[in-house]
Antibody
């Protein structure tokens, strides 16, 4: 069965960086894009970007351009999201979510919704 | 960027009643790339509907989605106690954006 297991909670000071991991199992890791979504306390869902685990290519939401880096290690089926220059309003639960899309034709990919989600990682930014 | 506006913000109903949740897009959502998620406190979102009207794996048939273009609806035909939660719509046709959510609470 598909599972996404994320790393544990983090407490960081303003200005620091945080790196969250998402270990995938139960499917071919390189066959599906991976999204990162965050949720501030009591707030809604905010899409941060995706990574193509096959090529390492990324697409970041404009809001996070220059501060977020998404990477992967295919040898251990793990995706990473690193957010730098943390501020107090970055305090949130960060989720990874597998994209339900698929490859077609000669290597093109059609993105879909997030069909499997990690359990979430709470990142607290506080001085 | 496509902005999604969900209404109402809060919906108060009783078990057994029918729930109708709305999601309106600021511009047309291509190919009906519209999804609905359910989120309960302390849990990750759960995919209910994709492609505007297709149920995800394991989702009961009391959940149904409809709509196209800029207007989409999630309907829960007969509310069960476990259906009271927050619901989000998401478009994935032009980048990815979420609505602000509708809280479905017990009346």
């Amino acid at each position: 069965q598909v599972q996404l297991v994320q790393s544990g909670a983090e407490v960081k000071k303003p200005g620091a960086s945080v790196k969250v991991s998402c270990k995938a199992s139960g499917y071919t890791f390189t066959g599906y894009y991976m999204h990162w979504v965050r949720q501030a306390p009591g707030q809604g869902l905010e899409w941060m970007g995706w990574i193509n685990p096959n090529s390492g290519g990324t697409n970041y939401a404009q809001k996070f351009q220059g501060r977020v880096t998404m990477t992967r290690d295919t040898s251990i089926s793990t995706a990473y999201m690193e957010l730098s220059r943390l501020r107090s309003d970055d305090t949130a639960v960060y989720y990874c979510a597998r994209d339900s899309g698929h490859y077609y034709g000669s290597g093109s990919y059609l993105t879909g919704a997030g069909d499997y989600w990690g359990q979430g990682t709470l990142v607290t930014v506080s001085s | 960027e496509i902005v999604l506006t969900q209404s109402p913000g809060t919906l108060s109903l009783s078990p057994g009643e029918r729930a109708t949740l709305s999601c309106r897009a600021s511009q047309s959502v291509s190919s009906s790339y519209l999804a609905w998620y359910q989120q309960k406190p302390g849990q990750a979102p759960r995919l209910l509907i994709y492609g505007a009207s297709s149920r995800a794996t394991g989702i009961p048939d009391r959940f149904s989605g409809s709509g196209s273009g800029t207007d989409f609806t999630l309907t829960i035909s007969r509310l069960e106690p476990e259906d009271f939660a927050v619901y989000y719509c998401q478009q994935y046709g032009s980048s990815f954006t979420f609505g602000q959510g509708t809280k479905l609470e017990i009346k």
